[in-house]
């Protein structure tokens, strides 16, 4: 018997279904990154773009995380997150506030991202509860495997789709994601809505 579950966009209501149970097996379990990875990219430079710099890592850490445990193995995932913070300070200058700065972060990530995963060519990272929108179940084993659920269909997507994904249910807006990803906006709606059927089809009992 599965066992209802809601997925929540931002505050929005991204699938309410009853889910079929699924395995743990297979599964890795992500590490655990601190705050004390920044530190290595803030001596020597000018104080103003230190604090603006730091700033932007303090307000995007978690979502920074997210993704490095998506796009790389548990073994490369802190790695992975010290190049998106190289590639985020050795950017930040040509940062020119044409977007919202949330959307310049995601892009210069996401790319740096699907290049470290193209090059290392190993099995993602998934999601830990912390990082993702689901509603509170009523008892602690509905939490994880709701988690399964969700992980084990991230994992099979491809990198566009699980980028669009993990910005969807961050509550980003289509345009928003159309910018980042480089797809047309029409391409996104059209990929969230077959991502939605799909994870019908896997995963919601009749």
Same mark, same amino acid.
């Given at each position: 018997? $599965?066992?209802?579950c %809601?997925f929540?966009?931002?505050?929005?209501k991204?699938l309410?279904?009853k +889910?079929?149970?699924?395995?743990?097996?297979?599964? +890795?379990?992500?590490?655990?990154? $601190?705050? &004390?990875n920044i530190? $290595?990219?803030?001596? $020597?430079m000018?104080?103003?773009? &230190?604090?603006? @710099?730091q700033e932007? %890592?303090?307000n995007?850490?978690g979502r920074l995380?997210?993704i490095?445990?998506?796009y790389?193995?548990?073994?490369n995932?802190e790695?992975?997150?010290q190049?998106?913070?190289y590639q985020?300070?050795r950017?930040?200058?040509?940062?020119?506030?044409?977007?919202a700065?949330?959307t310049? %972060? @995601?892009?210069? /990530?996401?790319?740096?991202?699907i290049s470290?995963s193209?090059s290392?060519?190993?099995k993602i990272?998934l999601l830990?509860?912390?990082?993702v929108g689901? !509603?509170e179940p009523?008892?602690k084993?509905?939490?994880s495997q709701?988690?399964?659920?969700?992980?084990?269909?991230l994992?099979n997507l491809g990198k566009? !789709?699980? /980028?669009i994904?993990m910005? @969807?249910?961050? !509550? +980003?807006s289509n345009k928003e994601?159309s910018?980042i990803?480089?797809?047309t906006?029409?391409?996104v709606? %059209? #990929? +969230?809505?077959?991502?939605?059927? #799909?994870?019908?089809?896997? @995963?919601?009992e009749e």
């Amino acid at each position: 018997m $599965g066992h209802t579950c %809601v997925f929540l966009r931002g505050k929005k209501k991204f699938l309410v279904c009853k +889910i079929r149970p699924c395995s743990s097996t297979n599964l +890795i379990k992500p590490t655990k990154l $601190g705050s &004390q990875n920044i530190q $290595g990219f803030k001596g $020597g430079m000018l104080n103003t773009k &230190q604090e603006r @710099y730091q700033e932007m %890592v303090e307000n995007n850490l978690g979502r920074l995380k997210m993704i490095a445990r998506n796009y790389s193995a548990f073994d490369n995932s802190e790695d992975l997150l010290q190049e998106m913070l190289y590639q985020l300070w050795r950017s930040f200058d040509k940062f020119k506030g044409e977007s919202a700065l949330s959307t310049w %972060v @995601y892009r210069v /990530a996401l790319n740096t991202a699907i290049s470290f995963s193209r090059s290392r060519n190993k099995k993602i990272q998934l999601l830990t509860h912390s990082d993702v929108g689901l !509603d509170e179940p009523q008892h602690k084993g509905d939490i994880s495997q709701s988690v399964r659920v969700l992980e084990q269909f991230l994992a099979n997507l491809g990198k566009i !789709d699980r /980028a669009i994904l993990m910005l @969807y249910l961050d !509550d +980003i807006s289509n345009k928003e994601i159309s910018t980042i990803t480089g797809q047309t906006e029409s391409a996104v709606g %059209v #990929r +969230i809505h077959r991502m939605k059927q #799909r994870f019908k089809q896997e @995963y919601v009992e009749e």
